[in-house]
């Protein structure tokens, strides 16, 4: 297992993000349209294909570069709340991974604890509010529990199911942002596609490690 990662490996885990939203844009759709406007998968493939040209593109090769190019790339994309708010969580990203060529388990943990302190700058939802933040805040939590000796790619893959766990509660949840947070009980038995989007995303960090 990989005690550090760098600046090939962390190309690794945004490809793999970006793919595992490749393949499931349509479905994230669906999900949008039962409580929103129904365009959140062509919004969120919309970012994570500018987060793939990225880093085909990028010119330099340190992570701090990347993360914050990401980030404007991201918040450039046309399409509501998501390109701000995952743009905002890159450029955290960013600052967290400053001065760093490689990240081992507590610069992992840094670089993830700033990208959702940024987000969360941007978004005032919490635990429990039908949010994307239901998928963002248990994956960080299983982050920085996760036993560090097992490496940095298990610790990932407890993140990614933590995240997935917390984007299947939001089903049970009424919505108190949005266009949902206008329907009511009619949100009941929906997951959050913004909530499902994320542990996808976490999902393809861990199997692109």
Request: aromatic letters at 6%.
């Given at each position: 297992?990989p005690?550090?990662?760098?600046?090939?490996?962390?190309?690794?885990?945004?490809?793999a993000a970006?793919?595992?939203?490749?393949?499931?844009?349509?479905?994230?759709?669906?999900l949008?349209?039962?409580v929103?406007?129904?365009?959140?998968?062509?919004?969120?493939l919309?970012?994570?294909?500018?987060?793939s040209?990225?880093?085909?593109?990028?010119?330099?090769?340190?992570?701090?570069?990347l993360?914050?190019?990401?980030g404007?790339?991201?918040?450039?994309c046309?399409?509501?709340?998501?390109?701000?708010?995952?743009?905002s969580?890159?450029?955290?990203?960013?600052d967290g991974?400053?001065?760093?060529?490689?990240?081992?388990?507590?610069?992992?943990?840094m670089?993830?604890?700033?990208g959702?302190?940024?987000?969360?700058l941007q978004?005032?939802?919490?635990?429990?509010?039908?949010?994307?933040?239901?998928?963002?805040l248990?994956?960080?939590?299983?982050?920085?529990?996760a036993?560090?000796?097992r490496?940095?790619?298990?610790?990932?893959e407890?993140?990614?199911?933590?995240?997935a766990?917390g984007?299947?509660?939001?089903?049970?949840m009424?919505?108190?942002?949005?266009?949902?947070?206008?329907l009511?009980?009619?949100?009941l038995?929906?997951?959050?596609?913004?909530?499902v989007?994320?542990?996808?995303?976490?999902?393809?960090f861990?199997?692109?490690?």
């Amino acid at each position: 297992m990989p005690e550090t990662i760098g600046y090939q490996q962390v190309c690794g885990m945004l490809n793999a993000a970006a793919g595992q939203i490749r393949k499931n844009h349509e479905m994230l759709s669906r999900l949008d349209s039962a409580v929103g406007d129904g365009d959140h998968g062509t919004t969120i493939l919309r970012a994570m294909e500018a987060i793939s040209k990225t880093v085909s593109e990028n010119p330099a090769s340190d992570l701090k570069t990347l993360f914050s190019t990401i980030g404007w790339a991201v918040m450039s994309c046309d399409g509501g709340s998501t390109g701000p708010l995952l743009g905002s969580f890159f450029m955290g990203m960013s600052d967290g991974a400053a001065g760093r060529t490689e990240l081992d388990y507590t610069g992992v943990v840094m670089a993830f604890e700033a990208g959702i302190a940024k987000l969360q700058l941007q978004s005032r939802a919490q635990l429990g509010d039908k949010t994307m933040m239901d998928a963002f805040l248990p994956a960080l939590a299983a982050l920085k529990s996760a036993d560090r000796s097992r490496g940095i790619k298990a610790a990932l893959e407890e993140a990614a199911a933590a995240a997935a766990k917390g984007a299947e509660a939001t089903r049970n949840m009424k919505a108190r942002f949005g266009r949902a947070r206008n329907l009511g009980d009619r949100v009941l038995g929906h997951a959050d596609p913004g909530a499902v989007s994320v542990s996808l995303i976490f999902k393809g960090f861990s199997e692109g490690l």
